[in-house]
């Protein structure tokens, strides 16, 4: 597991089919060295499905996208995949059950924590950057004894938010 509270990993990749499984990969393996394990299917789904939406509608032939993925604070994982497309991804309303697409928002609507779509990937770029969060659940340490009489630590995941 990494010892920085705040990191950065990201990577290009070109405008090709394989670019998808290698980001997901890319991913996994960071959200993995991060802890992440609880969450480590959801973000790969919602890498999956960013990345494809770059693809499919952001990255004119010849160019690709960049997977940024951004740790703060030991609890808080953000996933960007930024290309240099000029439309915006947008959550479509009714995919039919036959369509083959309309659900890529959706699922990662549902997945993140939260997610945005933003123009550039800095001040003087053009394209756009999606983006998902995720964060580490709290959780309560709690000693116990066993029924063998030895002193147990266990963890306890909190439900609900953090009061401020």
């Not at 070109?14 to 973000?43: C, M, N, Y």
């Not at 939406?53 to 032939?61: D, I």
């Not at 549902?110 to 969060?133: E, H, P, Q, T, Y």
Request: charged share 25%.
């Amino acid at each position: 597991m990494s010892t920085s509270e705040n990191e950065m990993r990201e990577k290009f990749y070109p405008r090709e089919r394989q670019s998808v499984p290698a980001a997901r990969k890319f991913a996994t393996g960071a959200v993995a060295d991060w802890g992440f394990f609880h969450r480590l299917d959801g973000i790969a789904l919602c890498v999956s499905e960013l990345a494809t939406n770059a693809l499919l509608h952001g990255v004119p032939p010849g160019r690709g996208f960049l997977l940024r993925m951004r740790l703060w604070e030991g609890a808080v994982l953000r996933v960007e995949v930024h290309d240099s497309g000029g439309g915006v991804p947008r959550v479509t309303e009714g995919a039919a059950g036959t369509d083959e697409g309309g659900r890529g928002l959706v699922l990662v609507a549902a997945l993140a924590d939260k997610w945005g779509v933003g123009n550039g990937i800095r001040a003087n770029s053009c394209g756009v950057s999606s983006f998902a969060r995720a964060a580490k659940p709290r959780v309560a340490r709690i000693l116990e004894r066993s029924d063998s009489g030895h002193r147990v630590l266990r963890r306890v995941p909190v439900l609900g938010r953090p009061s401020n």
